[in-house]
């Protein structure tokens, strides 16, 4: 009797090294004022985050802790897109959303320590600490849980006749997830004023996106549910924010929501706790050296505005000082009291 032949097996996807953003054509400018704002405020996230990794690795900081390094421009882009009144939700790798918003990086890097001081009592740590009065809700360790609750705040903006916009952010790996195109299909069917940004930093937890996803245009990912997308520099400010402006105003219009594809990259290990051995030092290194958001802005301040070296440094000894003093009030405040433990408990 003859044995069928049996299908060979597809060969595994092999994990492509990852490349730089794709150049943008006629990438928009910035003022003078705005680059400044821009390289400051990113400055404080990097170093913020730095302090953060270092106070971690004290022994200060414990439980889970995601750093946002590298990144910077994604949020600081879609914060100088967005008005006041626009909500912002995101995941576990949250520090930087938290410091974008307004939030003090006293309160945030006292949550971090487990101090009262901090933002959710020192009870939420690195990865739950909210702000309603800087329009903040949220960072949420279950991966892609946020997606439904901030197309929840689209919905409620939507139901009060709001203009205000929910800006819901997530990563490669949470794309994969249910919830996520649940949360699309309602945000379409009801043209709710919602903009999805997919931070595509290339690996996930550790698995390369051409190993994890079939599609790996992650701005076509709404397109059964007629949600428009595009990708973007998330490594230059000024597409970032030239993009969030499209997406914001598509939104806030009543067109529905609206897909961003941030392509980005994070220099340190998916947490504290991760080596990232499934990527060489040669590419983390290229891409400090050829995309880094920081540094782009940096040039254009040197080389276009004529800024001074000297300016330069006294942002970055003031952005220092400002977290130097963040570490201080986090190591020296309180730990909460006993009592909390009875707090905000639902029965």
């Given at each position: ?68 390094i ?32 307004g ?6 890097l ?28 949220g ?7 946020q ?169 970055d000894?003031?952005?220092?000082d ?8 986090a ?17």
């Amino acid at each position: 009797m003859a044995v069928a032949a049996r299908k060979a097996k597809p060969a595994a996807a092999k994990a492509a090294p990852a490349k730089g953003p794709r150049s943008i054509p006629n990438t928009p400018t910035l003022t003078r004022d705005e680059d400044l704002h821009a390289y400051r405020e990113m400055l404080l996230i990097r170093r913020f985050e730095e302090k953060s990794g270092q106070m971690y690795g004290m022994g200060l900081i414990g439980g889970f802790c995601h750093l946002y390094i590298g990144q910077e421009a994604v949020v600081i882009g879609m914060q100088m897109a967005s008005e006041p009144g626009d909500q912002v939700i995101t995941g576990y790798r949250d520090h930087g959303h938290m410091l974008a918003c307004g939030m003090e990086s006293r309160g945030v890097l006292a949550e971090l320590t487990g101090r009262r001081g901090g933002y959710s009592r020192g009870k939420g740590g690195s990865m739950h600490m909210f702000s309603r009065e800087k329009k903040f809700f949220g960072g949420h360790g279950i991966v892609g849980a946020q997606v439904s609750l901030g197309t929840g705040l689209g919905f409620a903006n939507w139901y009060r006749g709001d203009t205000s916009v929910s800006l819901v952010y997530f990563g490669d790996g949470a794309a994969n997830q249910g919830q996520v195109y649940e949360s699309f299909n309602m945000a379409a069917l009801w043209k709710l004023p919602v903009v999805y940004i997919i931070e595509n930093n290339r690996y996930a937890m550790g698995t390369a996106v051409s190993r994890a996803s079939a599609q790996t245009d992650f701005s076509r990912r709404g397109l059964s549910f007629n949600i428009p997308g595009e990708q973007v520099d998330g490594m230059d400010i000024r597409a970032v924010k030239a993009a969030g402006e499209r997406a914001m105003e598509h939104a806030r219009s009543g067109q529905g929501p609206y897909i961003l594809e941030m392509q980005t990259y994070r220099y340190r290990g998916h947490s504290m706790s991760d080596p990232a051995k499934y990527r060489s030092k040669d590419e983390v290194q290229k891409m400090r050296e050829e995309h880094d958001p920081i540094e782009q802005v940096r040039a254009r301040l040197i080389n276009q505005w004529k800024v001074a070296e000297e300016e330069l440094k006294t942002i970055d000894a003031k952005v220092r000082d400002i977290v130097n003093d963040a570490a201080e009030f986090a190591t020296h405040d309180p730990e909460p009291d006993v009592a909390e433990l009875y707090t905000d408990i639902l029965l």
